[in-house]
């Protein structure tokens, strides 16, 4: 994928479209439709990294620079191999190739030397995002997308591991029937690019598909091949939708209707199976997902009607999280999501820092018992990193109580709370005026400090000892029109004293049966990032935020309920996270 679709420090005060517009009509220099780039700091090499404060303690990032998509996700020969969009040269976007690291348990990484830099003609401006298919016979590919000019003109390229007997599968390279595939006349060659990893159908053809657009319908293109060299393009694309804009990294795979067991993408003739179909939609700047069926016959995907195709439909993430991609973990029968959370600080703050960019933890994704949308659920590797434990039982919390949790390393932390409540009865009836707003608007303006009936309650995560910085993770129960509505907030707003950052208050709609009266959310919490699980991962929320006062020791993790309603932590289990080894 593509960075930076304009410059967002101004489309923060003004509307995209509009600064779009603008610029174009000023003609500024250097911004393209949708591109921002920093020339200046695209070859600024880090001098010397800062370690303390926000780099993160067990998130992945490499030594240094500028990361975004994770590319090629797979599981080889007993290793795990992640790839990633990386500038080796800078803390800006620019000079892309694709990093490479490996892993055997997903947390201990080794960093390996770039597996594709550009050098040919089919991806000297560019190698930009793609995914690793296992060929029968145990064989890895993978397809990434080359840019062959400077306006961007996007190709499908190839390359193969060097030597097969290599665990790390070091060496990668480019075979002489480069490129793959191009675009034909009536696609958009400036935006045709990521190609997904391929399915075989019934007719032992292979299938991909590439992110497009047409003016404002966002595409997902097939294209089939027998050999895999010679991909035709497929009379239909596999789905689109209007008015979504370009998308991009698009994702394609089958779930099990029952049960938590991840399914390899070729897996289309299982019984009990819906697929997934997600966009990263260039515009909004979020991956969005439709659950929905294949019909391999005609190779078209029409989502449920439970699922919204469009920007107000299923999040992986109602946070900073972007260009993710998902694949079969063969090795424990499982689906894993990797997704990229980008920095909310400055240019000039990561320049400083001398790295953006970070991947969230691996999740695993599996259809809701409901069929409707995904569950996520951190992987149970990352519990290998949990060291001290605290742990509160059964503990009341009143209007204004805040709660400390003491004797964890509060700054680097994961913690896990369900919280229980004797009625709903005092859940405070929706204005039917805010009745028709979305989750992020109602979090902004219902924020932790706004006293309500049963909630706003939660955790205060990467706290100040005063209280001078909080990002509070938290629920609040609204009685709407015959049901309750039941919002999950992460709320950046006063996560720092500093200026120039975006904080905004990110928010889903859990859709949980309340019968139980009980709520659980769990937080990994790592310097500069707290990724949320509402409800067992119905919900999740990743926020960046940059304390001033709390960091390391400095930070502290709380309870709070600011509701007429008591709440008990039923339970509370926090452990101090160790930081990952590197691999030898
Ligand atoms: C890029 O676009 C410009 C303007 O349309 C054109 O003049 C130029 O020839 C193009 N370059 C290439 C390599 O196609
Ligand atoms: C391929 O990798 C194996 C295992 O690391 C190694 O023994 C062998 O020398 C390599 N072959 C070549 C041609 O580099
Ligand atoms: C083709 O894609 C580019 C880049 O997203 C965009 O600027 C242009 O408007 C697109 N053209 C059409 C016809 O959709
Ligand atoms: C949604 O689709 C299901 C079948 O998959 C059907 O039973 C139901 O009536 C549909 N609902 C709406 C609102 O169209
Ligand atoms: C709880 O509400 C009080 C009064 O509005 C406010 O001062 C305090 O900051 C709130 N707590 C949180 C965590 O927002
Ligand atoms: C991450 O950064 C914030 C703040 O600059 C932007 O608003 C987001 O659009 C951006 N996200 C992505 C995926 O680029």
Redesign the pocket.
Known sequence: MKCYYCDHELVRALSLVFVCLLLSLLSIKKVD??HQVYPEYQTLPAVKVKQLEHRTGYHFQPQKHWINDPNGPMYYNGIYHLFYQHNPYGAVWGNIVWGHSVSMDLINWKALKPAIKPTKPYDKHGCWSGSATILPGNKPVILYTGVVDEN?TQVQNYVLPANISDPYLEEWIKPDDNPLVVAEPGV?R??FRDPTTAWMGRDGHWRILIGS???HTGIAYLYKSKDFIKWVKAKHPLHSKDRTG?WECPDFFPVAREGKKGLDNSMIEEQNVKFVLKVSL?TTRYDYYTVGKYFPEIDRYIPDNTSVDGWKGLRYDCGNFYASKSFFDASKNRRILWGWSNESDTKMDDVEKGWAGIQTIPRRIWLHPNGKQLLAWPIEEVESLRGHKVQLRNENMKKGDVVEIKGITAAQADVEVVFSFPSLDKAERLHPSLDHLDAHELCSRKGSSVHGGLGPFGLLTLASGKLDEYTPVFVRVFKAKNKHKILLCSDASSSSLKKGLYKPSFAGFLDVDLAKKKLSLRSLIDHSVVESFGAGGEVCITSRVYPALAVSDNAHLYAFNNGSETVAIETLDAWSMKGPKLMN
């Open positions: 439709a949708s961007q958009n400036t935006a657009r047409r003016k370009n260039d």
